[in-house]
């Protein structure tokens, strides 16, 4: 009896520690190889977006023979259902399929492109506004979203940098965690979906700003300057990454086991799935990496789990299994991450879980306030001599092609917001202003450059001659008492594959402010951008300069706002504004060098320009308001301290002037002495604090080793580097931009 009783609790013991099956379990054992790989296979649906010359055919088929593990680029709910239904109802096992779009600064209801996002400085907006994208999205059926995008981008030829949050790896790591956290919150809820951070990696750092084009870069720069937001998303969870198209030293992206699986999931304890780009997968065979089942081979065992648009996943790896260049193993595991997925999200209990969701959730008046409100936010005012804001009884003229053409105000990447933005025109006559309008210009040169780049219904180019409108504008200007030239780029001459080698305002733009600087009265600029621009000219001919980016659904009502004075501008730019185009590569952290140039000025074996200062137009973090603001009594509580203590840093802020405002404290660290060479400052730390006029407020910033400490990284040496600290003197640096500090000596000790 004894013995039976010891047999029966091994028995007990050995049930109890045999986890319990998942559905994910269940389903693995049932699927063939075939189906297995179809979990794999991501294709855009019927009449969805197309970004490369790869098309879809045969989905319905494919669907239902389970060869699709998820569709993108369609977000009627109907159309979401009606595939839903066929895989769920028609394929042999029935697994729910994922729906993934480009929602990326806005749904229904648009934000400011994530370029000026960033530029709010202000996370709560970050995450309100995700939010709402999400909400808007999830109650369309859609349940993965390709965003944040998150690569560091320090070239502003490059179209993308408008997705992005900027130069900036500390303020890029903050945009990272806030988006995700404002897209998947925990995956409980109805409304909370998959994000996905792209583009792993480097992509932002593409040779010569050229979009798909190759990165060469020491691993030092990689873990302290462009892998930090992405290793912040990981951090929050995010629940998908998507491989970036360019190489990394000479190894594809796609099909680079370094990054996919030693650090993304070795060092970062990454445990979603990765999905490639569009027909990323595919492209390899043009980096002259090998043929479509080569690389559809490197791509999977690199750490890829699902496959773009190729199909060289389901056209080719059922053979490579059979011929052993493929595990089971492998192929198990990547289904598996993406069964997961679904899993986390519900859809394997519930797979109509949010096609079921109330709709009156999407473009409601709480959403588009908050848009409006964000919007105001996100503005920079780059300069002004007093002429903003306006006064209600000002004459103003209104000119330029950007005026009376809301639909470009939401940028690239629209999401499902085609139609739905008043211009300022539109806003101004609603609003009452006293004003007379004349279009000015058109766009672009070049009539089939405009069309693509407008790339909207609703523009038409106007047939008068450049002339013609530019004499309209004058005669509206002289008989106003200020003038508003609403120019810049089109919404799709920024985005992917929209890189420039000039970046100046586009000619017959320019021309037409130079006509009106030449009748005497101010001109405000209002610069419509997804990226930094070339404005030194306007920039001594304009008596006020707004950023207003690509604002959103109601970028129009927030650019009055603003411009009347209802808000004040408390926008900080996050990419570096350069004088011309070749000063680029030009951003706030880079390194010394050993002849360092002292002032703009030319100076013989010094580094510098012999035809252009050093320094940029406008620098990383600067944005004015229409108060002013006093920095004073900056301390540390020590000044010094050991390598593992902290030292607290202060700073008092008075509002000189005679609004309220809002400022964004910047606190900046460069290490003195370090075995490797590093930048002059780095961001570490800031806070967007309200300061009503004539008040002061104290702003304290905790000073950690971390803070202090970053990766040394021998290039000889394997392994994962680790984030140290050298002790030494630090210089403590703080101030409303990257340019305009006061600096204190911090001593570390061991």
């Known amino acids: 009896m004894r013995g039976i009783s010891i047999f029966l609790s091994a028995v007990f013991l050995l049930s109890a520690c045999v986890p319990e099956k998942t ?8 699927m063939t190889l075939e189906e297995k790989l179809g979990q794999l296979n991501c294709l855009v649906a019927p009449r969805g977006a197309v970004t490369g010359e790869q098309q879809s055919t045969g989905v319905a088929e494919k669907v239902r023979s389970g060869a699709v593990g998820s569709l993108f680029g369609r977000h009627d709910r109907d159309e979401l259902m009606a595939w839903q239904k066929m895989a769920v109802e028609e394929s042999r096992l029935g697994i729910p399929l994922l729906f993934g779009a480009d929602i990326i600064h806005g749904y229904r209801t648009t934000f400011p492109v994530p370029l000026a996002l960033a530029a709010t400085w202000n996370p709560e907006s970050m995450e309100r506004a995700a939010r709402i994208s999400t909400v808007e999205a999830s109650s369309d059926g859609l349940t993965w979203l390709y965003n944040p995008m998150v690569d560091i981008c320090r070239d502003p030829r490059w179209g993308r940098c408008v997705e992005g949050a900027g130069e900036d790896p500390y303020l890029a790591s903050v945009y990272a965690e806030t988006m995700v956290r404002g897209i998947q919150g925990d995956l409980k809820a109805d409304d909370e979906i998959l994000a996905c951070v792209k583009h792993f990696a480097l992509y ?38 998507m491989s970036s198209f360019n190489d990394v030293n000479g190894i594809p992206a796609t099909g680079n086991r370094w990054l996919m699986t030693e650090v993304l999931r070795n060092q970062w304890g990454f445990d979603g799935f990765v999905v490639s780009d569009y027909n990323a997968v595919g492209e390899m065979v043009r980096h002259g990496i090998g043929d479509r089942k080569t690389v559809s081979e490197l791509a999977l065992n690199a750490g ?24 089971m193993k492998t192929v198990d595991q990547a289904c598996r991450r993406v069964l997961e997925a679904k899993e986390k999200l519900g859809l394997l209990d519930d797979p109509y879980k949010f096609l079921r969701c109330e709709q009156n959730r999407i473009y409601t008046d709480e959403h588009r306030k908050a848009a409006r409100e964000i919007a105001a936010e996100s503005f920079v005012l780059l300069k002004n001599d007093g002429t903003l804001p306006l006064s209600k009884g000002k004459k103003v003229a209104l000119v330029g092609p950007l005026a009376d053409a809301g639909a470009q105000y939401t940028g690239s990447w629209q999401g499902a917001a085609y139609d739905d933005c008043r211009s300022l025109l539109a806003a101004m006559k609603e609003a009452g202003c006293d004003f007379v309008f004349a279009k000015g210009s058109n766009m672009l040169e070049d009539a089939e450059l405009e069309q693509a780049a407008c790339r909207t219904r609703k523009y038409v180019r106007d047939p008068r001659s450049e002339s013609q409108m530019i004499r309209e504008a004058v005669a509206a200007a002289r008989q106003s008492d200020v003038v508003l030239a609403a120019v810049g780029e089109p919404a799709w001459m920024t985005g992917e594959a929209s890189s420039r080698t000039s970046l100046d305002i586009p000619q017959p733009q320019k021309r037409l402010l130079e006509a009106l600087v030449k009748t005497g009265k ?19 001919n304009m008596a006020a300069i707004l950023d207003v980016w690509y604002g959103g659904s109601e970028a129009a009502d927030a650019i009055l706002d603003v411009v009347y004075g209802r808000v004040n501008p408390s926008g900080k730019l996050t990419m570096t504004f350069p004088r011309n185009v070749g000063q680029i590569p030009l951003y706030y952290n880079m390194k010394n060098g050993g002849r360092p140039a002292k002032t703009d000025s030319y100076k013989r ?26 920095y004073t009594d900056f301390a540390l509580s020590a000044d010094a301290m050991p390598s593992d203590g902290s030292v607290t840093a202060s700073v008092k802020v008075t509002n000189t002037g005679s609004r309220d405002a809002d400022e964004t404290v910047q606190l900046y660290i460069h290490d003195v002495y370090s075995s490797m060479t590093r930048p002059v400052k780095e961001l570490k730390a800031f806070r967007k604090v309200h ?44 101030g409303p931009d990257s340019s305009t500090l006061q600096t204190l000596m911090l001593n570390v000790s061991e």
Do not use: H
């Open 605 to 630: 074996f010094s580094s510098c320009y012999m035809d252009s200062p050093n320094s940029p137009l406008y620098p990383f973090g600067y944005g004015l308001s229409y108060t002013t603001f006093e």
């Open 691 to 734: 300061v009503k006029a004539g008040e002061t407020v104290e702003v304290g910033f905790e000073i950690t080793p971390e803070m202090l400490s970053w990766y040394y990284v021998d290039p000889f040496e394997t392994g994962a580097p680790q984030l140290a600290l050298e002790p030494g003197d630090f210089e403590i640096m703080v």
């Open 522 to 540: 101010p001109v405000v600029l209002l610069l419509f951008s997804g990226r930094p621009m070339t404005l030194e000219w306007e920039d001594s």
């Open 23 to 30: 559905k994910v379990d269940e389903l693995m054992s049932q």
């Open 204 to 241: 932002g750092a593409s040779e010569a700003g050229r979009d798909y084009r190759e990165t060469d870069m020491s691993p030092a720069r990689m873990y302290n300057e462009y892998f930090p937001p992405y290793k912040a998303a990981v951090d929050a969870g995010v629940a998908s990454i």
């Open 304 to 327: 890829v789990d699902s496959d773009m648009m190729t199909e060289g996943f389901v056209g080719e790896l059922a053979a490579s299994v059979k011929e052993g260049r493929i595990s």
